[in-house]
């Protein structure tokens, strides 16, 4: 593993891009002062990822860049390439050839490349690692690094050792579990904080859960029984409801029977108060018939009595009638006269029968036709009617004749009286016979005629009286049998009482319709609100909403309600809860266990951590023992070809005590400052007849001298793949230089060297040369020159 070439652009006085290839061996570098040579050597540092800019000589980082020149303006950006040979894999990748680039521009902005692809700073220490090429690099030597080594504290050149040693992966390595475990332990303290408050709440957290879950249990067992309770009541509702139900059907029949019973009585009475009304009309009309039939009756009888005399008058005219015929055949006989007076008495007689019979025919007719009105008509009525009319009509024939007989009569009388005045006159007299005769026969028929008329009148009079009587019979019979029987009036009460009773009855009912109707509302409300809660319990249980099947007994009931009133006592005792502290509870012990599980995970960490480090110390201890060991032996070998005669070691003293610690004991440690704890490296040398010194009080050379020793006794115990070595002989006399050169000339064979001098003797010693020069322009030229 070699350095292969150096490759710059821009950087420093390198303007354009200039190329320096290197072989295996020595490379020596000259030139005349400031023509470029360190800065080279600058280009290598940079490009291995220096970060200060002092150590490249610069106030910034930009200023590496070409600040431009005699006509030459300034370069934007600075670039370096250098390629390292790999093909042995001493470096950690696959690659036999390895371009590390390194750019900045003017705005800072910078970028490395590992074989051309980006990488960042800490890919590149890594491929350096184990190379000695790394951060604490003591590979490129600038001059001022050897006074460096000599003035440097114990620790420091400890870190040399170190860095050779490879211990950077495992200093790195243990910073960063340091540091991790500061963090840790950071962590783990707020972890703990965190916890133990966290857990400080979760006491009363879980007692006002647990009072929760009680409350809960408690709501639950109280729903539960409040549950069956209802269900038991719903039943029972259920059941009074129909029963409730029922009774108000069964009410309103009963209404419907008694509204029903008083209507039949309703009508009943309408019929009895009509029977009653018909039958006082009957009995009115009844009674007027028999008083009127008692009236003609009575007339009747006057009628008959006079009638009775009419025929009597009649008779007599009759009589007369034929005596007087009887006289004046006598008269006749005996040429005797004749009293005319005695004609006219019959006539009024008869006129005077007349009237009478023809009142009662009169009267017979009117009584006749009343009774006809107020009767039915029968037979005998309708006969002795018949019989009036007739003798109505003998009576107008008979007043006919009269009338006739009358005008005869005073015809007569007239022609009587001349007759008279003739006294005498026989022939005349005998006329007024006849005429007379023919009167008396007129008066005889119509005597008879008469009594004809008033035979059939009083018949009929007779029959009208017994049909009258009959009927006056009847009527009696009939108002009779009226009066007897059942007396309306007493039935009209009867169902007037039976009416008020069933009123009061109907009222009754209609109360008792009103009140059933009221207790199945109250009943169906009842249920209704029970069914309501029940379904509210039920819906919070979990439950059917039905009511029991079965009814609870009075015991079990009881019990049930005693069991609510103690759980509500014991909720009280409880006092307000909160409903989501078992929530609460869950999410803190959730949290706390979260928590622990962190706190764990921190203890773990940190005892991992704690075991990394005490392994990085052990094998910073181990491998620094071990390459300590192996320098101090090449110090003292390296010092005697350098110092023929005198002698020098290397010790481990304690970092801030001069006292030495031997190599090999266990140094005392502290475990909180590593670099405390750790014993740097004190350089002791006695060059030859002298005794004992400070190294501060060796000369330039010698100081030199020791330095190269030191650097060469780390090489030998841990060899780099290459060193550039930047006038480090520069204070050195020849026979020093051939030394130096010696040395040098030994170890090229396990390591490239690129030497940066202005000396003869060196420049003779180089396998290949390079010549850099600048011009008047500011920028470096290189000129090389391979040497057999
Ligand atoms: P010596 O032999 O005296 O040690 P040297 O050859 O090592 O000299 P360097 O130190 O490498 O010289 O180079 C210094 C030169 O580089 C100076 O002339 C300086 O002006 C030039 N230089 C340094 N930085 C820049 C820069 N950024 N831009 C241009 N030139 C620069």
Redesign the pocket.
């Known amino acids: 593993m070699h350095l292969r070439s150096i490759t710059m652009k821009g950087f420093?006085?390198f303007p354009d891009r200039t190329r320096l290839e290197f072989g295996p061996g020595v490379a020596v570098i000259v030139?005349?002062?400031?023509?470029?040579?360190?800065?080279v050597t600058d280009a290598v540092l940079w490009a291995l990822g220096e970060q200060s800019p002092l150590t490249v000589r610069g106030q910034t980082m930009q200023?590496?860049?070409?600040?431009g020149?005699a006509g030459l303006p300034s370069r934007g950006f600075a670039e370096v390439e250098i390629v390292i040979d790999n093909s042995e894999q001493g470096l950690q990748s696959e690659f036999s050839e390895i371009a590390i680039q390194r750019r900045l521009d003017r705005g800072g902005e910078g970028e490395y490349r590992l074989n051309g692809a980006r990488c960042r700073l800490i890919d590149v220490a890594e491929v350096l690692s184990d190379s000695g090429l790394g951060k604490e690099m003591h590979s490129v030597v600038s001059q001022g690094r050897v006074e460096g080594i000599i003035h440097s504290k114990p620790a420091d050149r400890r870190m040399l050792i170190e860095e050779a040693a490879g211990l950077g992966k495992h200093r790195k390595r243990r910073r960063r579990a340091e540091l991790k475990l500061r963090r840790t332990e950071e962590n783990l303290s707020r972890a703990l904080d965190v916890e133990r408050e966290a857990r400080s709440r979760l006491r009363p957290l879980k007692r006002q859960a647990e009072a929760a879950d009680l409350h809960a249990r408690l709501e639950r067992q109280s729903l539960e029984a409040r549950f069956e309770l209802a269900a038991d009541l719903a039943r029972d509702a259920g059941a009074a409801r129909v029963k409730a139900e029922n009774a108000a059907r069964q009410a309103r029949v009963g209404y419907a029977r008694a509204e029903q019973g008083l209507a039949a009585v309703a009508v009943r009475r309408k019929a009895a108060e009509q029977a009653f009304a018909e039958r006082s009309q009957a009995r009115e009309t009844l009674s007027r018939s028999l008083f009127a039939a008692t009236t003609s009756i009575d007339r009747i009888d006057v009628r008959l009595e006079r009638i009775h005399d009419a025929a009597a008058t009649a008779a007599r005219v009759e009589e007369r009638c034929r005596t007087g015929v009887a006289a004046i055949e006598e008269a006749e006989r005996a040429a005797g006269a004749v009293e005319p007076d005695a004609v006219g008495l019959a006539i009024d007689r008869l006129v005077e029968a007349e009237a009478a019979a023809a009142d009662a025919v009169d009267a017979a007719l009117v009584q006749l036709r009343s009774l006809a009105a107020h009767a039915d008509a029968d037979s005998a009525l309708g006969g002795a009617l018949g019989e009036v009319v007739r003798a109505d009509g003998a009576l107008d024939r008979s007043r006919a004749e009269l009338k006739a007989l009358q005008e005869a009569l005073d015809a007569g009388a007239e022609d009587g009286g001349a007759a008279r005045r003739a006294a005498g006159e026989a022939a005349r007299r005998s006329e007024l016979r006849v005429q007379q005769g023919e009167v008396f026969e007129a008066l005889l028929t119509r005597a008879r005629t008469l009594a004809v008329g008033v035979g059939a009148a009083e018949r009929a009079l007779a029959e009208a009286l017994s049909a009258v009587s009959a009927r006056r019979e009847w009527l009696h019979g009939e108002l009779g049998e009226r009066e007897g029987g059942v007396e309306p009036g007493v039935e009209l009460r009867q169902l007037a009482n039976e009416e008020a009773e069933l009123q009061s009855e109907l009222k009754l009912a209609g109360e008792a319709v009103t009140q059933a109707e009221v207790l199945a509302q109250q009943a169906r409300d009842g249920a209704g609100e029970l069914e309501v809660e029940l379904r509210r319990l039920a819906e919070k249980l979990g439950f059917e909403a039905e009511p029991a099947v079965e009814a609870l007994d009075d015991e079990q009931r009881e019990a049930l309600r005693m069991r609510v009133e103690r759980i509500a006592r014991r909720r009280e005792q409880l006092g307000p809860v909160n409903p989501l502290a078992r929530e609460e509870y869950e999410r803190e012990v959730a949290r706390v266990e979260e928590l622990a599980e962190q706190r764990s995970d921190l203890e773990t960490a940190l005892v991992e951590l704690e075991q990394v480090i005490a392994e990085a110390d052990r094998q910073i201890r181990r491998n620094f023992e071990e390459t300590f060991a192996a320098t101090a032996r090449n110090f003292e070998e390296v010092i005697g070809e350098l110092f023929p005669g005198g002698h020098g070691r290397l010790r481990l003293v304690k970092p801030d005590s001069p006292r030495a610690v031997i190599a090999g004991e266990e140094p005392e440690t502290d475990e909180d400052d590593e670099h405390e704890a750790e014993p740097g490296v004190e350089v002791e040398v006695t060059p030859a007849g002298k005794s004992m010194r400070r190294l501060s009080l060796l000369s330039g050379g010698e100081k030199t001298l020791v330095a190269l020793a030191f650097l060469f006794a780390v090489f030998l115990a841990r060899p780099c793949p290459f060193y550039i070595l930047d006038?480090v002989e520069a204070a050195l006399d020849d026979r020093n230089i051939d030394r130096f050169l010696k040395l040098v000339r030994r170890c090229s064979e396990r390591a490239q060297f690129i030497v940066?001098t202005?000396q003869k003797r060196t420049m003779d010693a180089a396998d290949c040369l390079y010549g850099?020069s600048?011009g008047g322009d500011?920028v470096s030229k290189v000129v090389s020159r391979r040497l057999e």
């Open positions: 420093k006085s030139g005349p002062n400031g023509s470029g040579k360190s800065n200023d590496v860049i070409f600040s020149g006038e940066v202005h850099v600048m500011g």
